[in-house]
């Protein structure tokens, strides 16, 4: 083989695996033939105009129009995705895109795809993931309802900074762009509204390097597919999977302590505090707190071990406490000694009515004993649940 051969043999090579692309937009679609051209042409004139090698993808979800012609004869590459859902179309899209940089959009007519050059230049001064913000820049009349603009996206906006430390002003932007590296490090799982919002928990949490980029946010074209209230709690879901500790760890442990505190403070029988009287309903009160704190500690572990199953979540000092302290045998035997703790205060109480003990009410010891014994049942059900969720799969 001469040296021109080899030489032409690596420049095939390099066309069929897309070495020599920079740039792909990677475009969701269903039924979206009124603005699936001009978002198509738009793409491809930034394209043009940054003076690099690009190429639009379409992902389309089985269009009963004629968007995927349309797309076509636009000059996109049309990949067909029969599973519907926001995220698994960007997941298949990322999957036969070939690009350096990949900037992803709504082909609706809400972004101007000729902006996506502010973008490439922030990920080339070493940016590893670009943010469009709509607040930060313009939204038309018309574009966004009120309950988007002024409850849901400042609410998210909110938890998230609260939970997971996000400084992302428009969390819920369609238009954004990330390297291909910056990809691959975030192993992105959803597959539905909530995929760009583990786009940027996982951003956040591999520390990669930030920027946003203000745009303007026109009125939709076509029928809206989304369901704000589906979508909202698709949303929601995604954080209470993701974040177990601040809405169920925390919460559950203040309940059980204050509820076992007041169970046993009342064991002896009625207080009197600051001229008050605590009795009886203050000793059932303790009783429901414990359990329902138990039970969203157990809840928090359940989704904290799941998370970490599936990939969403990650290490942190309860994970550590749960792989270092917790295994089934020592919960079995934890929740077996709470158990046996009230099954002896029963037979204390049943010994006591059986001596007919004068003039105590002995409710004061059945509250915490009937406490106890289901804290304990509990423990080793959880035990077990936890164990089944430890099990790793094997691939």
Not at 99 to 118: L, N, Q
Not at 372 to 394: A, E, M
Request: proline share 3%; hydrophobic share 45%.
């Amino acid at each position: 083989m001469n040296r021109a051969e080899s030489k032409r043999d690596q420049v095939n090579r390099a066309t069929a695996h897309g070495e020599g692309i920079e740039i792909s937009v990677i475009m969701p679609c269903l039924n979206e033939e009124e603005t699936i051209g001009e978002s198509v042409r738009q793409a491809r004139e930034a394209i043009a105009r940054l003076g690099v090698t690009g190429e639009v993808i379409v992902i389309d979800s089985d269009s009963s129009d004629r968007s995927r012609e349309i797309a076509l004869r636009e000059g996109a590459m049309v990949v067909n995705q029969p599973e519907r859902g926001y995220g698994n179309a960007y997941l298949l899209g990322f999957k036969v895109a070939r690009g350096k940089y990949v900037v992803m959009g709504d082909p609706d007519a809400t972004h101007d795809f000729r902006e996506i050059g502010k973008f490439i230049e922030y990920l080339k001064q070493s940016y590893d993931f670009v943010m469009g913000s709509r607040f930060k820049g313009k939204i038309l009349p018309g574009s966004m309802p009120l309950l988007h603009r002024y409850v849901g996206n400042p609410v998210i906006y909110k938890i998230m900074r609260l939970f997971f430390k996000t400084r992302v002003s428009d969390i819920n932007c369609g238009l954004r762009a990330i390297t291909m590296e910056a990809y691959h490090r975030l192993n992105l799982r959803t597959g539905d509204w909530e995929f760009a919002l583990e786009m940027v928990v996982k951003a956040a949490r591999n520390k990669l390097k930030i920027a946003e980029v203000p745009i303007t946010y026109y009125p939709r074209g076509g029928e809206s597919k989304l369901r704000s209230f589906y979508a909202g709690w698709r949303n929601l879901r995604f954080i209470l999977l993701y974040c177990p500790n601040y809405l169920f760890l925390a919460p559950g442990l203040i309940m059980l302590v204050v509820g076992l505190g007041l169970v046993f403070a009342l064991l002896g029988g009625e207080l009197h505090i600051a001229g008050r009287l605590i009795g009886l309903h203050f000793s059932v009160l303790g009783a429901l707190l414990s359990i329902l704190g138990f039970q969203t500690i157990a809840l928090g572990a359940y989704a904290k071990v799941y998370s970490m199953a599936e990939g969403f979540g990650e290490h942190d000092t309860f994970t550590e406490f749960l792989n270092r302290y917790f295994n089934l045998e020592r919960g079995v035997i934890w929740g077996g000694i709470v158990f046996l703790l009230g099954l002896l205060m029963n037979v204390c109480l049943l010994y006591m009515k059986l001596i007919d003990t004068a003039n105590y009410n002995t409710v004061y010891i059945a509250i915490p004993a009937m406490t106890l014994t289901l804290l304990g049942v509990g423990t080793i059900l959880s035990s077990f649940f936890l164990s089944v969720l430890q099990i790793r799969r094997k691939d």
